[in-house]
């Protein structure tokens, strides 16, 4: 916790709403600080925040820091930030610069090296698998993707957010947003149909009509 | 487990939400949120620069003299009675019947109170209840968010009803169990169900009255409740962390 109060300076332009374009936002006005606002508009994110962390972390503890952190910034910053913008899609743009503040000491995310044995051992098959799969197998499978794709996938097939939105999140392209969400639901896929075919459980729709 | 189907785009969405929400959230983590952020401001205001001495006397004495003149216009804390009375049935008429008893009776017994520095001693509290709720004493003290201590312990009657009230607090955080024998008839509205939620075959109700926020289910003759200003998901969180004990431990009536 110390480490991550230490490092909370370095993030200040950075967290600054108005220079922030999540949501499609361009021009913030300042407003006064309102604590009941941050309570309608931040807290009840607190939850998917928590979620997401957890699995792009991997450990619960660090996700517990990790967004304590993020509240306390945004609220830090709050007064910046305009009644009826996203305040979702700039919570969590928050969340993963915090995670990315502690990639160094404690990032699981694999090296590219990674990611591309990854694709080369995963992105073969195209059968279609069933749904004999529990939440712990999925998020197995969810764990073991790359990092980057696992962010991608997350933030646009479980969060919602728009391709726009994830890409100002993570602070990257669109295109790379898609590329990586294209890999990363086909290497998803890939696996869960491992678990299925272990389980002993797979039977593809011909199959299961005869 | 689920029926066989072919894992298409929206499917494996499905599932993968489902899976993550799945994921249960620390209970205590809203309020270590708001803890720290507490204890920035206070931080903040301690560190602000600092003013010439004699501003700082000035300052001090004026605000010495507004909080004498405070405590001489307030004192007592408490509202009057008939203000609590107005007070609980303004708020009360927000919630539907059933649910006023257990917010009533939080608002009386819990919201106009004076509590001491520390938290009475688990001997003590315990000994202010019945002791055919003992055993329920036991499971709110077990499930109660992190941080929080039972400072209240008691039993009232109210309107033909019989009340056991436990209050637990951390910080100025209140929050209620109160466990109210229930007449004949008596069921939580329909409407107040909370979809999809059951745990031990207790079904749980859900409202509100401005920022209090009432979970409860029915159990042996009793209507069980939790209220707090928490938000509503964690409130409800509590209720059911504890139901399945508080339910077990109830005498039956």
């Known amino acids: 916790m110390e480490r991550i109060m230490q490092v909370s300076g370095a993030m200040d332009n950075w967290l600054d709403p108005a220079q922030s374009n999540v949501g499609g936002q361009e021009t913030l006005v300042n407003v006064p600080m309102n604590r009941d606002r941050f309570e309608v508009e931040a807290m009840p994110h607190l939850n998917d925040l928590f979620r997401t962390a957890s699995r792009v972390l991997g450990e619960r503890s660090r996700a517990e820091d990790v967004v304590q952190e993020v509240f306390l910034q945004a609220w830090k910053s709050f007064d910046r930030f305009e009644p009826g913008t996203n305040c979702r899609a700039w919570l969590f743009k928050i969340l993963f610069h915090c995670m990315n503040h502690h990639r160094r000491k404690w990032y699981r995310f694999p090296l590219l090296r990674e990611k591309e044995e990854f694709l080369e051992a995963n992105l073969t098959s195209v059968e279609p698998i069933p749904e004999h799969l529990t939440d712990e197998d999925i998020l197995a499978a969810l764990d073991r993707l790359p990092g980057d794709y696992r962010a991608v996938v997350m933030l646009v097939d479980v969060e919602e957010f728009t391709y726009k939105e994830a890409a100002e999140i993570l602070g990257i392209p669109i295109g790379t947003v898609m590329s990586r969400l294209s890999r990363g639901r086909k290497g998803l896929r890939d696996l869960l149909e491992t678990v299925a075919k272990e389980y002993g459980l797979n039977r593809a729709p011909k199959e299961s009509r005869r | 487990m689920m029926p066989d189907q072919p894992l298409d785009l929206e499917n494996m969405k499905r599932l993968l939400k489902r899976a993550m929400e799945s994921q249960p959230v620390p209970a205590d983590l809203e309020a270590r949120v708001r803890n720290r952020i507490r204890e920035s401001e206070q931080a903040a205001a301690v560190s602000k620069p600092f003013w010439p001495r004699w501003q700082v006397v000035a300052f001090t004495m004026a605000g010495a ?26 708020v009360s008429a927000q919630a539907s019947y059933l649910m006023r008893v257990g917010l009533g009776d939080h608002i009386h017994c819990a919201i106009f109170r004076k509590y001491p520095k520390a938290a009475p001693a688990t001997k003590t509290l315990k000994a202010a209840l019945p002791a055919a709720y003992s055993g329920a004493f036991d499971v709110v003290q077990k499930n109660v968010p992190s941080g929080f201590r039972p400072y209240v312990s008691h039993q009232c009657r109210y309107d033909g009803r019989q009340f056991v009230h436990l209050v637990v607090k951390k910080d100025d955080q209140l929050l209620s169990v109160v466990v109210a024998t229930r007449k004949e008839g008596e069921s939580f509205p329909a409407s107040q169900l ?55 431990s109830l005498p039956n009536l």
Request: glycine share 4%; charged share 15%.
């Open chain 2, 194 to 248: 909370v979809p999809g939620l059951r745990q031990a075959g207790l079904s749980f109700y859900q409202d509100r009255a401005e920022d209090y926020q009432i979970a409860a289910f029915e159990a042996k003759g009793h209507l069980v409740y939790v209220i707090s200003r928490m938000p509503a998901e964690r409130n409800l969180q509590v209720m059911v962390a504890m139901a399945q004990g508080l339910q077990e």
């Open chain 2, 65 to 90: 003299a507004a909080v004498a003149a405070a405590v001489a216009l307030f004192v007592p804390a408490l509202p009057s009675n008939s203000d609590q009375r107005n007070y609980i049935a303004r």
